[in-house]
């Protein structure tokens, strides 16, 4: 190699590096300032979530499998036996009736807060944003107005337009019905010391059990609207209560799933895109544990029971990313909220809880305190009565 060659790859190694560099520092500043935004000004200063507020939290035990098809893992030892909590709830919006994402997230503990290993999903194999650059996006387009949002937003991005679609549920019989995904992959290094990749679901412990809810013909122009319609009979609060009920008459069970591929130098960022499911046939689900939930949990401990991506082995833990366009970038993001889960729950101490939501007050509404601005006739009929 010619001196003149030398110097132009050093020029070219130290330009690679400074970007690298850069990309990885804009990433964290931007996700640092985004996790204290959310602590200061959502949770301290007025005790909310980012978005799942209206919810039911149970407890119950959750016991690992012993399954030959998955990697013997230090943690998943099978027939380990956890006690665990999890958290059924509708995103956004203060109302169970609205066509919305519904969610199901887990700790292999009976503590609010600590716990060795939790998980995050919702309804829907796709999303409706893929990094942390896209989910700010999806932030800033929100322009939530009575029951409609993110007109602008599927507007501009179709594959968030195809994530809602797949993960919209309209009316759904019960929270235990639903398939709930993690989506986007973790770590997995098991006792084999392979590393591979691994994404997470939960169904019905009957996997033929009908999952109900799934929009049926969808109209792209109407996935916008979530309004609760007229006509519909069910309560704000139906779902809730349709699994308070269930779980008094007796358990309710679970599987959790685990889908795995080995890692490789040569991977292709896409098979961390959450928009892109695996193929099954290639990489099967494979049955991990099962949960069984003998106990709801009353309003003020269903607030304050909280989840963090933080909260895991660290052979199981989020994949590193290099940039705020990174697909692995959106758990990278979800992990730096840890600080406003302890910011709300500083709150609660301080102020005490918010409200349980009213049966029927203010539908199409994702706030405890502000009234519509815009009243419309059905409105002032219900105040004037």
């Given amino acids: 190699m010619s001196h003149t060659e030398h110097s132009t790859l050093i020029r070219e190694t130290m330009a690679d590096w400074i970007r690298n560099a850069w990309d990885y520092s804009l990433m964290w500043v931007t996700c640092k300032v985004f996790g204290l935004a959310v602590a200061i000004f959502a949770s301290l200063m007025i005790k909310r979530r980012m978005s799942h507020d209206n919810g039911i939290a149970a407890t119950g035990t959750v ?72 989910f700010l996006q999806f932030a800033r387009m929100r322009k939530q107005q009575y029951g409609v949002q993110y007109r602008e937003y599927y507007r501009k991005y179709p594959d968030g337009l195809d994530g809602a679609i797949e993960a919209i549920r309209e009316n759904p019989k019960s929270f235990s019905d639903l398939r709930y995904y993690a989506k986007t992959p973790f770590r997995f290094v098991g006792e084999d010391f392979i590393p591979r990749y691994a994404k997470y679901r939960v169904i019905p412990g009957e996997p033929k059990t009908e999952e109900t809810g799934k929009l049926k013909n969808p109209d792209p122009r109407e996935i916008p609207n979530q309004r609760v319609a007229a006509h519909n009979p069910r309560g704000r609060n139906y779902l809730k209560y349709e699994y308070r009920d269930r779980v008094k008459k007796g358990p309710v069970h679970y599987l959790l799933q685990i889908q795995l591929r080995n890692a490789a130098t040569d991977d292709k960022p896409e098979i961390f895109n959450n928009m892109l499911p695996w193929n099954e046939d290639l990489y099967p689900w494979h049955d991990l544990a099962e949960i069984e939930i003998t106990e709801t949990l009353n309003w003020n401990e269903s607030c304050r029971t909280t989840f963090s991506l933080t909260h895991m082995p660290e052979s199981l833990g989020i994949i590193p990313a290099r940039s705020i366009f990174d697909y692995n970038s959106l758990n990278y993001m979800r992990a730096q909220s840890a600080v406003a889960h302890k910011a709300r729950l500083l709150n609660y101490r301080l102020f005490g809880y918010p409200p349980e939501i009213p049966d029927n007050d203010n539908r199409n509404w994702s706030d405890w305190e502000k009234p519509p601005r815009i009243l419309n006739r059905t409105y002032l009929v219900q105040k004037k009565n």
């Fill in 63 to 134: 016991r690992i499998l012993d399954n030959p098809n998955i990697p013997l893992h230090r943690f998943f030892l099978p027939d380990r036996t956890f006690p665990c909590r999890i958290r059924h709830a509708t995103a956004t919006f203060l109302d169970d009736a609205v066509k919305g994402i519904r969610s199901m997230s887990i700790k292999f503990s009976d503590h609010h807060l600590e716990s060795p290993f939790d998980l995050q999903m919702n309804t829907g194999e796709k999303s409706l944003f893929w990094s942390a650059a896209s």
